[in-house]
């Protein structure tokens, strides 16, 4: 005689039921779009104007943690000093990812860090990453053994010349690998990778090769992929990192040049085969060869 139990009848009506659904469908199209849910009873309140503000640093980082794993941790290396392998993934994989400037200051990085386990686990699962969402990013991890470190330092970019700046650093002991990344407007670049000062976008297929830095270099690599028909869409020479701890882990073997290094970045358009590949590393003075597909 206390209680009365009354059925839910809220969304019952004909004006709440046609409401629900736009707004279903507007939801599906806002993340068809690459935009967040607002409403999602399992995913964090992501405000929309801040999630505007995260978007171009998403991908930014997603294709850190896929060129992490395609250059550090797939194929091998020819040099204990070169700018790929030695990196894993699983494990007990650490990573730290430092967000630097304006972008420490966001407080709901979930998206970001999400990106970065659907980058490293794309070209090394069966789906791709496609799998890995907002919500089960860090169950994927830690079923995957990978653990990440955030961490928010908002004076050092000021001093590096970016607004923002993002670092993505593999701590397995052994090694440490490290790649920084910019936003400019919606356009991302690459400034460091491992060892190297960068400035590309990365993105469609690139060949990066770690080569003695002297003349010749790159004429030869030229040549080479020229006569397998794959033509240079752009190029860039990265110079080792001469800053605080830049040039640690310099090649030291007996007739290396130890400094004297640069990191080949080129953009490439036609088939780089397993040929073409095995050619560029028997060119004289080329320590190491990467394909990169972005």
Do not use: W
């Not at 809220?10 to 039921?17: C, F, L, Y």
């Not at 590096?160 to 440490?176: F, I, K, P, Q, W």
């Not at 400019?184 to 060892?195: A, V, W």
């Not at 297929?205 to 020229?226: A, F, Q, R, S, W």
Request: charged residues 20%; hydrophobic residues 40%.
């Amino acid at each position: 005689p206390l209680l009365q139990s009354t059925p839910h009848l809220g969304a019952s009506t004909v004006e709440a039921q046609e409401n629900v659904s736009l707004d279903v469908c507007n939801q599906v199209i806002e993340i068809l779009r690459g935009g967040m849910p607002t409403a999602a009873v399992n995913a964090p309140l992501i405000l929309p104007e801040e999630y505007r503000k995260l978007q171009p640093f998403v991908r930014l980082v997603e294709r850190m943690g896929d060129l992490y794993t395609q250059h550090f941790v797939g194929g091998s290396s020819s040099s204990s000093g070169s700018g790929g392998g030695g990196g894993m993934i699983g494990a007990r994989s650490k990573f730290e990812l430092v967000y630097h400037g304006e972008l420490a200051s966001v407080s709901n990085t979930r998206p970001l860090l999400a990106a970065l386990v659907k980058g490293l686990m794309s070209s090394v699962s069966e789906s791709g990453g496609r799998d890995v969402n907002i919500v089960n990013a860090q169950l994927i991890a830690k079923e995957k053994g990978i653990a990440i470190n955030e961490t928010h330092a908002r004076e050092e970019a000021e001093n590096a010349g970016y607004a923002s700046l993002v670092t993505l650093r593999s701590l397995d002991g052994e090694h440490e690998h490290v790649i920084e990344g910019y936003v400019s407007g919606q356009s991302i670049y690459i400034s460091k990778l491992g060892r190297f000062r960068a400035n590309f976008v990365p993105e469609g297929t690139m060949v990066l090769l770690h080569n003695y830095d002297e003349p010749g270099k790159i004429g030869n690599v030229g040549i080479v992929l020229g006569s397998h028909g794959v033509n240079i869409t752009f190029m860039q020479v990265a110079s080792l990192d001469r800053g605080v701890g830049g040039v640690r882990g310099a090649t030291q073997d007996a007739g290396h040049k130890g400094e004297n290094e640069a990191l080949m970045i080129l953009g490439v358009d036609g088939d780089v085969t397993e040929e073409v590949l095995e050619a560029l590393r028997r060119s004289e003075g080329i320590l190491d060869v990467k394909l990169v597909k972005m």
